[in-house]
């Protein structure tokens, strides 16, 4: 959905993944759907009314549109409310298929009565309480996400909630700036590259999964982390991450749990990269869960 100009975000990487997901056989057409939008009531799941009314209204101030960096548009709240219910979408066919992903989302700088970063909507908090709200999840559910910047938005909304554990690898020195506390935070110095990143999230992954035993799992598959990311930091190769989503899957599909994945952020300035990154992750979830479906 086409945005007004003034915003740097790289809209052009949703098209190009779900060209390029098609043309290599990632994905099938048929398996391929349009994204649906999430209802008010959705989204007052994890947000404040007064905010939800706000952004629909467009009466945002004009600091917290600043904050989230995009220019108010009708176009932005129906995009907001699309990646929203696709990842909603995608939590509900996990359950059935095992693992399912939205071609966009991980908007996890959204915090209850506000959004920053590029995010509008939580996507992932509402999914979780979406599927707590239907029984779809019993126990708890766990957060993986490795985009290069914290999920403040995510771990301040589920601050002291036991049955969602939040789990964050992250820039130590990188936005944002003020840290919120995720149930577990770990910091990486700047350079970081491919061989201490696996290192420390094989370690860390095994203890969120063991220990705390989710029933699901939500992913934010973040693409910044590569080594060519204007905004990253960190120095992961796109063999790489290749490799970080493989020990995500594995470790998620050995434990029998359904994994809802989202693309989170990607801002190198080779676009065809970042649509790499994020093609290679809807890969090895299809070749983990459903290796028939890939050519």
């Known amino acids: 959905m086409p945005l007004p100009e003034g915003h740097k975000f790289p809209m052009a990487k949703y098209s190009g993944l779900r060209e390029r997901v098609l043309v290599e056989g990632i994905v099938r057409s048929e398996d391929l759907h349009e994204a649906p939008a999430a209802a008010l009531a959705d989204l007052t799941l994890v947000h404040t009314p007064e905010y939800v009314d706000a952004v629909v209204a467009g009466t945002l101030p004009k600091d917290t549109q600043r904050r989230i960096g995009f220019p108010w548009s009708p176009q932005m709240v129906e995009r907001s409310r699309r990646s929203v219910g696709a990842t909603m979408a995608a939590a509900r066919a996990a359950l059935d298929e095992g693992v399912a992903a939205n071609l966009a989302g991980g908007t996890h700088h959204s915090f209850a009565d506000r959004g920053e970063g590029f995010c509008v909507f939580n996507d992932v908090a509402v999914a979780a309480r979406a599927l707590q709200r239907d029984g779809a999840a019993r126990r708890r559910i766990a957060i993986i996400d490795l985009d290069v910047h914290q999920g403040n938005g995510t771990a301040a909304i589920f601050s002291g909630d036991a049955t969602v554990f939040t789990f964050s690898m992250h820039g130590e020195k990188n936005f944002p700036f003020r840290k919120e506390k995720s149930d577990l935070d770990v910091p990486l110095a700047d350079g970081t590259g491919d061989g201490e990143y696996l290192e420390l999230l094989h370690a860390h992954l095994d203890l969120v999964l063991n220990r705390h035993q989710p029933d699901f799992v939500f992913y934010l598959a973040?693409?910044?982390?590569?080594?060519?990311?204007?905004?990253?930091?960190?120095?992961?190769?796109?063999?790489?991450?290749?490799?970080?989503?493989?020990?995500?899957?594995?470790?998620?599909?050995?434990?029998?749990?359904?994994?809802?994945?989202?693309?989170?952020?990607?801002?190198?300035?080779?676009?065809?990269?970042?649509?790499?990154?994020?093609?290679?992750?809807?890969?090895?979830?299809?070749?983990?869960?459903?290796?028939?479906?890939?050519?």
Not at 232 to 251: A, C, H, P, Q, Y
């Open 222 to 295: 973040g693409a910044d982390p590569y080594e060519g990311d204007r905004l990253g930091r960190l120095k992961l190769t796109i063999e790489g991450l290749r490799m970080r989503d493989e020990l995500v899957f594995n470790s998620c599909h050995q434990r029998h749990l359904p994994v809802a994945v989202t693309m989170s952020g990607g801002y190198a300035a080779d676009v065809d990269a970042i649509i790499t990154i994020h093609a290679n992750t809807i890969r090895t979830a299809a070749y983990t869960w459903h290796s028939t479906f890939v050519s």
